[in-house]
């Protein structure tokens, strides 16, 4: 994959919907989010025509809280999950991400106040509007020493919202980090 990735969702759409972009404009994956569903269950897409898949995202429970959610590859196998750190991530947004049942990252907020004051301007008509121009949350993967590999900044945008994710450091499990990315993101903006 060409970093950085662009990650963009309508912010007033009836249906959630995500498209990932390279550096260069090339779609990496979309999604869009069926309604009304009790339990998760997300199929990504190469791109918007929906002709290729290239996963699904299933969560193991119906209350989120801390939910974890599989991610399935179109042959049926499972190459990794993200899930929810419960009671830590009530303040400022924790994740575990895993393959194989072996720990690889942690994602986690790195400023949760950015978050905080953004959704409390969001919710003020008219100055709500511009609440994406002032603050811009910040996310970090990285290993159990501490060690990161990529950074998820939110980025200015009106009527969307816009995150760009950088790499740091050589993964190997670049597809993991991306579906938990995806993941979190679509759990994050419910949140706020």
């Not at 979309?30 to 897409?45: R, T």
């Not at 740091?168 to 579906?179: F, I, K, N, Q, S």
């Amino acid at each position: 994959m060409n970093y950085p990735l662009t990650f963009r969702f309508k912010v007033v759409a009836i249906a959630p919907q995500m498209a990932v972009t390279d550096a260069q404009g090339n779609s990496v994956c979309y999604v869009k989010q069926k309604l009304f569903k009790l339990k998760e269950n997300i199929v990504v897409y190469k791109d918007d025509t929906k002709s290729s898949t290239v996963c699904e995202i299933k969560a193991d429970r119906i209350i989120d809280f801390s939910a974890n959610y599989n991610f399935i590859a179109p042959d049926g196998s499972e190459f990794g999950n993200i899930k929810r750190q419960g009671m830590k991530s009530l303040f400022s947004a924790r994740y575990d991400i895993s393959r194989e049942g072996q720990p690889l990252f942690e994602l986690r907020e790195e400023n949760p106040w950015v978050k905080f004051f953004d959704g409390l301007f969001e919710g003020i008509p008219v100055i709500g509007a511009f609440s994406g121009y002032l603050f811009h949350t910040r996310y970090v993967i990285q290993n159990a020493a501490g060690k990161k590999f990529f950074t998820l900044h939110k980025r200015p945008a009106f009527f969307e919202g816009v995150f760009e994710l950088e790499q740091h450091e050589e993964t190997g499990a670049d597809l993991v980090a991306l579906m938990s990315v995806l993941m979190m993101v679509f759990l994050e903006r419910q949140r706020g």
